[in-house]
């Protein structure tokens, strides 16, 4: 999250997560180089393999806002536009706006962002989208530091989740779920692409060739 105000970066600073080294462009070790994990494709399937019926609700897409939506790094790529607030400023894509409501007709869109509820305020006006329900994130201790709200507030719904800092345990997590799971995690100095919308495109409509998408 990006605020203009020192003191409010000062207090958001003392309270936010330490940074993780995914989130420097991912200059990771070999750890985190695993090659089912990381700038590869790894297939997700339905548990055996089989392919999963038609879920009686929407699937759940949870939205990550840095690296995902907002690149980092130091300049404005091509089709970004920079945008200030009071106390926020962004570098967002008006084209991204379009792929999530295009999203929106086949997923339950959540934030799982720690911008958390700034999210609605300043993301989704920018971008045209709806308000969007919020997770509110107790960081745990592992590798995704964000995975134990996830997977509380998931609970056995079928779920996509977009965001550029997955790791292992993530991974490991969606592989062995009963509920249909896929993990999109692009490279945070580009951020979402045309590629991830179609991989999630075909998640929702029950297209089991969808694939989990890093580091691209």
Do not use: C
């Not at 605020?3 to 989130?23: F, H, V």
């Not at 934030?111 to 107790?138: D, M, R, Y």
């Amino acid at each position: 999250m990006r605020s203009n105000s020192s003191a409010d970066q000062t207090t958001r600073t003392a309270n936010r997560p330490p940074i993780t080294l995914s989130s420097l462009n991912h200059p990771t070790p070999e750890l985190y180089r695993h090659d089912e994990y990381y700038g590869k494709s790894a297939r997700l399937v339905s548990p055996s393999g089989t392919k999963y019926g038609v879920p009686a609700v929407k699937p759940l897409l949870l939205i990550d806002v840095d690296g995902v939506l907002f690149p980092t790094g130091g300049t404005i790529p091509p089709g970004f536009e920079y945008h200030e607030t009071d106390h926020y400023y962004a570098v967002l894509n008006p084209t991204h706006g379009e792929w999530l409501s295009e999203l929106a007709d086949h997923f339950e869109m959540v934030w799982a962002t720690t911008w958390e509820h700034q999210a609605n305020q300043v993301i989704a006006p920018l971008l045209g989208i709806k308000p969007l329900p919020v997770i509110e994130f107790s960081m745990g201790k592992g590798e995704t530091r964000k995975l134990p709200s996830v997977i509380e507030f998931v609970e056995r719904r079928p779920a996509a989740w977009l965001d550029d800092e997955l790791f292992l345990d993530a991974f490991s997590w969606a592989e062995t779920r009963p509920e249909p799971t896929l993990l999109v995690s692009p490279k945070p100095s580009v951020g979402v692409t045309r590629t991830h919308v179609d991989q999630l495109l075909k998640f929702a409509n029950h297209d089991d060739t969808a694939e989990a998408l890093t580091g691209l």
